[in-house]
């Protein structure tokens, strides 16, 4: 089965395991998508094969993706959508397929979500599955990791991200941490979602990047969507991972269009997104900035560059593989990203590439990220602390001379 | 059915003695907020009498008021001899396993923050004693005898103390995290208030069992356990709220001991009254004699079945006290030797004791053989710590995530946790 669609400003495409031809993908794939649903298998980069038996059982689709277009048509169309239609798409399915999914949050049931992520949800599941909670961040957070202890999944969303400061006691000493004081007994499955960074005007306390704050914490995972398709899959890995899992959504992003397919999906948390290979320069990136680095690319192709761009989705843990094998071909990096200059993102990023790839970087981590200024709410200071295309440019550039 | 809410008639309430100064109870610490500047603060004439209203103040169609008869008293048998031996013999347990933990720490043999029970057994055993497996506790750092009372094995508790790889957490909680899955017991937080909402949520699935899924006989109870200290934070206030507003299975129940580590309730609560804040958030709040494990056990049992009816929850207020000082670095020199002698008097296992002689239920000798049998137990708990062994370094990094493939893709691009290095401990993450 071959699927094409279009995304925007990349291709993908992806290939059943009968016709895997490794030289028809610029990259290595470590993934491929299966069709049955009890077995999976696993090709390394050295072409072996692995059986998934001691994994858990489930559809997985790469997403290695290629620059080039596969031309056959695909036996199902797929269907196009706004990405917080995807992220809802991936969450009803959850939530048909197993009944202790269940959401909480602000908003999220008769009004059906502020972002309108759980639209008509509560109607078709009823006001506890789907409930609406009061004005309690810490409270609610803390509530839905008890019923994460005592058997059901919940996802909390905060209404923005921001909010989710008032959770921090929850999320860090509960969320990150039970599992481990508690000796392995409490799995705590819950989902933490909600749309963050700067937006359009909407002032300072709710233009705020919050992976900084929560990277250090011990026993999360954190991922960050940025198209439809990625949304959804990484929807419904996070609601089926054992492990608790934020899902960082941007406020700007909801309204990108996008085909994805019509088969049910599930993307890898743990992995990088190859948005277009390269070789002249690794530039790592995430949510909204993944737009701008591929604007910047437009720019830098005609100017005769070849970047190689990959969203890199997981913040937390680092796909090293993915990064390092870009790394070593390229010998370059260039970290581009919404959160703040100290202690971001970034910051963790470049340490952990200077700290594995040293020896293949012919140029020093270059990290372009927000100013660190509280975010101003006139439109042109507005778009000065965050980065644009043209710094982008420059600094691609620079680092190639 | 009689309502044991309203057996408050016949307990010496919180407020009621201001009438009769020298039960004071309150005599607060040796400065110079004593009992008269509680009368400053309420600032109404009226609010004496209003303090001296016993009747519960709840939602009048959450609660039916029951007239009890005058003069009864709590000489009427409430507990059969079996009962009655089952909770002298779980508060036993919990002060000789206390009592250890202290000459345990003092040797050396357990360290960091250890805040022992002594003196509020009569709460610990008056509710828990009522709940089945299934049903959930949570508790504070103050969490031993909670664990033990639930069930826990000693051994295990005593293990997890020292720190042994055989402790209900593998080692890897200590004092202030006690958590089994076995007996439902969610811990453990060393944070106060932090586990009020997790309790509710244990609550919330409790419901959600029964409507979502469809499953008749969920009708599991969770406790919440905290102290005067919680009743301030903002997680117990929210969590009040939600609890009332969706009817969860919950009883909260607040262990005031009247002091958080040196601060005096008195002197960080604006209305000290912590019960009346329940019908604040719609369910009834009740104030009960904590030391006094029949009393308890009676207004527990109410709650309890309350909360398995579906009808919702209750905020019950303890008065109890600790015998020792906040936790075992508390030199605990802030409270009156007077308040600290006069509690002594009220211990709830000489009380317990008392009661079950006088009423021809037990005789010495049979008690005599309890203390001797938990003793023993103890001290086998204290043997089982002792020669298990520490945790290796393997142990480290294996319970930070259910699912190891949370620390990640390595750079040669397998799974972290598949590498050797990693299950040896040794891998750098």
């Known amino acids: 089965m071959t699927v094409v669609f279009l995304g925007i400003g990349a291709t993908a495409a992806l290939t059943s395991a009968n016709s895997f031809d490794s030289k028809k993908l610029h990259i290595s794939s470590r993934r491929l998508v299966s069709e049955t649903k009890s077995t999976f298998f696993v090709v390394r980069s050295d072409g072996r094969l692995n059986s998934g038996s001691n994994r858990r059982a489930q559809i997985l689709i790469t997403n290695a993706v290629a620059t080039k277009a596969d031309s056959s048509p695909a036996t199902k169309p797929g269907h196009e959508l706004l990405l917080f239609e995807a992220l809802r798409e991936g969450l009803e399915e959850e939530m048909e397929r197993d009944a202790r999914v269940c959401v909480m949050g602000e908003d999220v049931g008769h009004y059906g979500g502020s972002y309108k992520v759980t639209k008509d949800l509560a109607n078709k599941y009823g006001d506890l599955r789907v409930l609406d909670t009061p004005i309690a961040e810490n409270s609610f957070t803390g509530m839905a990791i008890g019923a994460a202890m005592t058997g059901l999944r919940p996802i909390i969303e905060g209404m923005n991200m921001g909010f989710l400061l008032l959770a921090f006691n929850q999320i860090s000493n509960n969320c990150g941490m039970l599992h481990y004081t508690s000796g392995g007994q409490f799995t705590i499955p819950v989902v933490i979602r909600g749309p963050g960074g700067v937006g359009r005007q909407l002032g300072a306390e709710h233009s705020q990047r919050l992976e900084s704050y929560f990277q250090s914490i011990p026993g999360i995972q954190m991922v960050a969507c940025s198209t439809p398709y990625n949304a959804k899959g990484l929807m419904k890995a996070a609601i089926r991972s054992e492990n608790p899992v934020i899902l960082f959504e941007h406020v700007l992003l909801y309204n990108l269009k996008e085909r994805i397919p019509d088969e049910e999906y599930v993307l890898n948390l743990e992995e990088a997104e190859m948005v277009r290979p390269g070789e002249h320069i690794t530039i790592l990136t995430y949510s909204r900035m993944r737009y701008h680095v591929m604007q910047a690319a437009k720019t830098l192709v005609n100017k005769g560059y070849d970047p190689e761009v990959i969203d890199i989705r997981s913040l937390k843990p680092f796909d090293l593989h993915t990064i390092g094998n870009s790394v070593k071909k390229t010998h370059r990096v260039l970290i581009v990203e919404e959160c703040m200059r100290t202690g971001g993102i970034g910051a963790s990023l470049t340490a952990a590439i200077n700290e594995n790839f040293h020896d293949y970087l012919d140029a020093p981590v270059v990290c372009l990220s927000s100013q660190d200024v509280p975010t101003p709410y006139a439109g042109t200071l507005e778009e000065w602390t965050v980065v644009q295309p043209a710094q982008i440019v420059t600094a691609v550039e620079q680092l190639c001379h | ?429």
């Not at chain 2, 009569?122 to 949570?138: H, N, Q, R, Y």
């Not at chain 2, 938990?374 to 480290?396: C, G, H, K, M, N």
């Not at chain 2, 691009?413 to 598949?418: K, M, Q, S, T």
């Open chain 2, 1 to 429: 059915m009689s309502s044991a809410f309203s057996t408050i008639s016949t307990i010496q309430p919180l407020h009621r003695t201001i009438d009769n100064p020298s039960i004071s109870p309150l005599l607060g610490s040796t400065s110079t907020h004593k009992l008269c500047s509680f009368h400053v603060c309420n600032r109404t004439a009226s609010a004496s009498s209003v303090r001296r209203r016993f009747s519960v103040v709840a939602d009048s169609d959450v609660v039916k008021q029951q007239k009890t008869k005058s003069g009864s008293s709590l000489s009427s048998l409430l507990i059969t001899k079996e009962e009655g031996l089952e909770l002298y013999e779980d508060m036993v347990l919990g002060r000789s396993f206390e009592d250890m933990c202290a000459q345990m720490y003092y040797r050396g043999k357990m360290f960091g923050f250890v805040h022992l029970y002594n003196g509020q057994e009569a709460v610990s055993t008056g509710f828990i004693k009522l709940l089945t497996k299934e049903d959930c506790v949570v508790s504070t750092y103050r969490d031993h005898v909670h664990a033990l009372s639930k069930g826990v094995p000693a051994r295990q508790v005593m293990s997890e103390l020292f720190g042994k790889t055989t402790g209900c957490c593998r080692g890897q909680g200590g004092s202030m995290h006690m958590f089994s899955k076995e007996y439902n017991v969610l811990g453990g937080f060393a944070f106060i208030g932090e586990g009020i909402p997790v309790s509710t949520g244990a609550a919330f699935t409790s419901k959600y069992r029964r409507e979502v899924l469809k499953k008749a006989n969920a009708d599991q109870v969770t406790l919440a356990f905290f102290g005067d200290g919680t009743c301030n934070n903002g997680q117990f206030f929210e969590c009040l709220n939600m609890a009332a507003l969706w009817k969860l299975p919950i009883v909260f129940v607040v262990e005031n001991n009247l002091w958080a580590i040196g601060m005096s309730h008195l002197r960080a609560t604006s209305d000290p009254e912590i019960w009346k804040k329940g019908p604040a958030f719609g369910m009834p709040g009740v104030h009960i004699d904590g030391m006094d494990v029949l009393k308890v056990r009676k207004v527990a049992k109410e709650a309890v079945e309350r909360a398995r009816r579906g009808e919702g929850p209750t905020l019950i207020e303890c008065e109890t006290y600790r015998f020792r000082g906040h936790s075992l670095a508390d030199p605990d020199e802030l409270r009156d030797p007077a308040e600290k002698a006069h509690y002594a008097t009220r211990d709830p296992i000489t009380a317990l004791k008392k009661y079950m002689i006088e009423n021809k239920l037990v005789n010495e000798a049979e008690l005599k053989a309890i203390d001797k049998k938990i003793d023993e137990a103890v001290e086998d708990a204290v043997e089982f710590a002792d020669a298990s062994p520490y945790p290796v370094r393997t142990q480290l990094l294996e319970n930070v995530f259910a699912d190891p493939k949370g620390f990640g893709i390595g750079p040669d691009g397998r799974y972290r946790c598949e590498d050797p290095k990693f299950t040896e401990g040794t891998a750098h993450v």
